[in-house]
């Protein structure tokens, strides 16, 4: 009963964002479409506008955001696997290897193909590596596939250390960028006078992919990143999506059913290296060279944390923690030192304070509420109060909410 | 491929498997205990092995060893180091168990935040230890601790001689008085866990926690108690494998856990999570198929062997070769 009584400053904060959510869903849908609208539109001009306190003092901000939006891809892809289908995949930085690396091999190492046309196939390959890896694992389940996905990512990294035919430690260079096509110039802003002033000496060239400049591949992945978000959604709410759910939510009940688990969780796996691979192409373009450091383990278990501290099995949760998990090491870079310490220090209070993730998906809420109400009444309190509680009370209780992604 | 190196060399290559496997073993104790009670993959476990490490060196320094140091004296010496690092190591991870973990389960979390919470705490666990150095000079104290906070991001090594002596051969291969010490000391250890397990009444505890928690805390198991007394002893066997690592290696690092966490995890799952047995069974396993796989393909490619093999046994039998939970251990 502890619970309870200590509830109500944790309700206030479950509101900022609940309550953001609830007004949000309540406006006509014109009006969200018109916000949404808005909100693409100031993504893609924040790097021209470098506001102070969010631009990033000493690095390049434009960078900065890139690195963000290649994150937030990686998210939203491995939310697919992890969110939708419960599928815990710690090797996911292996598809996105395989991404950057066949861009690599067939732009620079062994061919001269130009970017555009690498993308296709490299995604191609990143699709067929996803089956290839989900076709004999995903019979095994919770976390021994969580400890096999993780050798697989391993097994890529390894390979592409000690291989010569991919460059070894060394790795590929240089890496060709996207196609050019410079239309004009648009100035950023100087807010080194404490006003937004226009600076016209310092300006992007719309569109010219070049190594100095990194925002127009922003815009770039920002623009695949909207793709990839739509796409998200309409399976998401297809048959596919209620397939995912139902075979996390209990595998052998989904196939009672007649949902054919294997097969859609292969279908996961697969659209997951496909969006790791595309992310995977965009870092190899930017960076015009890449090499096996680049996709260690820890990568990969940013890339989870991303999925896990946005709230698993929303996808703007996922764009939220991969966010937080991308920018807050860049902005403090000040504390360069320090900044490994802090981000384990934050994983721990977040799990702590927010279990269910930043953003966790509408239903995981409801069905938290309506729990958290029951429990209420058989105690015989105002059901309000007990909205809070909503850790679920005993993991067993939690069991229809919890996210039963790494069950055995 | 080099058949040829492997079959002469085989005997050294399996005794160098043997002596890794044990310490992987060691440690994996660790993961699959937990495991097996909170069905919680305690990745930080990796960082509760590193600090052991450095507690190791550190004794060592304490007591006065170096070079020099042999016979009695460099064996109570290694003693006093075992005996610390095993102190330190559980303390770091009962530490581990208040901080990162309990809080989470009176909240009733779900697991894969658990996982997140254990991931923080590595890097917060193997960062402190990087950064004693800085945090020392921040308080004013780095004059007083001197070389204990030297150099925190570099290689820190074992202070005492690594010439071992040859105690009789097989087939050519002189194992030496250490692999003889780190085998035999693993396998005591990993007996004495088993048989607590087993045998004792706090053992019995863990296993009716391990098997269905609500109804061991109905009987009037502690399972809190249950939980801490898991990671202690998770801890202890890993302090233990620290110092008989350092034995082999000679090494450490403030982020050498990480590796050596991936693969005694590997080892744990390899022989079926959350079962003893399994443990030892997937370390020797594990670390003698490595020795032998970078033998043939060389040693490069000895981390790529583990993995495969783990992948492949996996498809075979999908809960281990073991396979065999902890509650389910026979009394």
Redesign the interface.
């Known amino acids: 009963m502890s619970?309870t009584t200590s509830a109500p400053p944790r309700r206030s904060r479950r509101d900022l964002l609940g309550g953001l959510r609830r007004r949000l869903s309540g406006m006509p849908r014109w009006a969200q479409f018109l916000l949404m609208v808005a909100i693409a539109l100031l993504c893609y001009v924040l790097p021209l506008l470098e506001p102070p306190i969010i631009s990033t003092p000493g690095t390049d901000f434009g960078g900065v955001l890139f690195t963000v939006s290649v994150y937030v891809l990686v998210a939203v892809g491995l939310n697919i696997v992890?969110g939708y289908a419960g599928l815990?995949d710690l090797g996911y930085v292996g598809f996105y290897a395989i991404g950057a690396y066949t861009v690599g091999v067939l732009t620079a190492q062994h061919a001269t193909w130009p970017w555009l046309l690498s993308l296709p196939v490299a995604l191609v390959v990143t699709m067929v590596s996803g089956v290839l890896l989900g076709w004999?694992?995903l019979?095994?389940?919770g976390?021994?596939l969580?400890?096999?996905t993780?050798?697989?990512g391993?097994?890529v990294r390894?390979?592409l250390?000690?291989s010569e035919w991919l460059g070894a430690a060394r790795g590929i260079r240089p890496i060709p960028s996207p196609p050019s096509l410079p239309l004009f110039e648009v100035p950023h802003l100087d807010w080194s006078t404490g006003v937004p002033l226009v600076d016209f000496s310092d300006t992007t060239t719309f569109i010219e992919f070049g190594v100095t400049d990194p925002i127009p591949f922003y815009w770039l992945a920002l623009t695949l990143i909207i793709l990839v978000l739509l796409a998200d959604k309409r399976i998401k709410d297809s048959r596919v999506g209620r397939a995912w759910e139902a075979t996390r939510e209990d595998e052998d009940a989904a196939e009672l059913m007649g949902v054919p688990t294997f097969r859609f969780k292969l279908l996961a796996f697969a659209i997951g290296a496909f969006v790791g691979g595309i992310a995977g192409s965009l870092f190899a373009t930017r960076q015009t060279f890449i090499n096996p450091e680049s996709f260690t383990?820890l990568i990969s278990?940013l890339f989870?944390?991303a999925v896990?501290?946005g709230g698993?099995g929303n996808r703007w949760g996922a764009v939220i923690g991969a966010v937080v998990v991308a920018y807050l090491p860049e902005r403090f870079r000040g504390f360069e030192?320090?900044r490994?310490?802090v981000?384990?220090?934050?994983?721990?209070l977040?799990?702590?304070y927010r279990?269910?993730?930043l953003l966790p998906p509408r239903r995981t809420v409801r069905a938290q509420r309506m729990e958290a109400e029951t429990e209420a009444l058989e105690v015989g309190e105002e059901p309000e109060d007990a909205v809070i509680a909503a850790?679920?009370?005993?993991?067993?209780?939690?069991a229809p909410t919890?996210?039963?992604?790494?069950r055995? | 491929m080099a058949f040829q190196y492997v079959l002469d060399q085989f005997v050294s290559l399996f005794v160098g498997g043997l002596v890794f496997g044990s310490v992987y073993a060691l440690i994996a104790l660790g993961y699959t205990m937990v495991?097996g009670v909170l069905?919680l993959?305690n990745f930080a476990h990796s960082e509760v092995f590193m600090f052991g490490t450095f507690a190791t060196v550190w004794a060592l320094w304490l007591v006065g060893a170096d070079a020099t140091t042999a016979g009695v004296a460099l064996v109570a010496s290694l003693a006093v180091a075992m005996l610390i690092a095993m102190i330190t190591s559980g303390g770091v991870a009962l530490l581990l168990e208040r901080?990162?973990y309990r809080?989470?389960l009176n909240?009733?979390?779900?697991?894969?935040?658990?996982?997140?919470?254990a991931?923080?705490?590595?890097?917060?666990l193997s960062?402190?230890m990087g950064?004693r150095g800085?945090l020392a000079s921040a308080l004013g104290v780095d004059d007083v601790l001197g070389r204990y906070v030297a150099r925190s991001r570099e290689n820190l090594g074992l202070p005492t001689d690594r010439t071992f002596t040859v105690q009789f051969e097989v087939l050519g291969y002189g194992v030496t008085n250490k692999d003889i010490i780190i085998v035999l000391a693993a396998l005591l250890m990993m007996i004495a866990a088993d048989q607590f397990i087993r045998r004792t009444r706090l053992g019995r505890g863990i296993r009716a926690v391990a098997q269905d928690p609500?109804s061991a805390s109905l009987m009037g198991v502690n399972s809190t108690r249950v939980i801490q007394l898991t990671f202690l002893i998770g801890g202890l066997l890993a302090g233990a494998a620290a110092t008989l690592y350092m034995l082999q290696v000679g090494l450490t690092r403030y982020n050498a856990g990480?590796l050596l966490g991936?693969k005694a995890?590997?080892a744990a799952?390899l022989g079926g999570?959350g079962n003893l047995r399994g443990a030892l069974v997937g370390g020797l396993v594990l670390g003698v198929a490595e020795s032998l796989g970078s033998g043939l393909f060389g040693s490069?490619?000895r981390?790529?062997v583990a993995?495969?093999l783990?992948?492949v046994i996996?498809?075979f039998r999908?809960?281990?070769l073991l396979g065999e939970s902890l509650g389910k251990a026979r009394a």
């Open positions: 619970q992890v815990l004999p694992t019979r095994v389940r976390d021994y969580a400890i096999v993780l050798g697989f391993e097994i390894l390979t250390i000690n383990l278990i989870l944390s896990v501290v698993q030192q320090w490994v310490l981000f384990g220090l934050a994983l721990m977040l799990a702590i279990p269910q993730g850790g679920g009370p005993t993991p067993d209780d939690a919890d996210e039963g992604s790494s055995g | 495991y069905q993959i901080v990162a809080p989470l909240r009733g979390a779900p697991r894969l935040i658990a996982l997140i919470s991931i923080g705490a590595s890097f917060v960062e402190l950064l800085a609500e990480f991936v995890f590997t799952v999570i490069e490619w981390h790529v993995f495969v783990l992948v996996l498809l999908p809960t281990g």
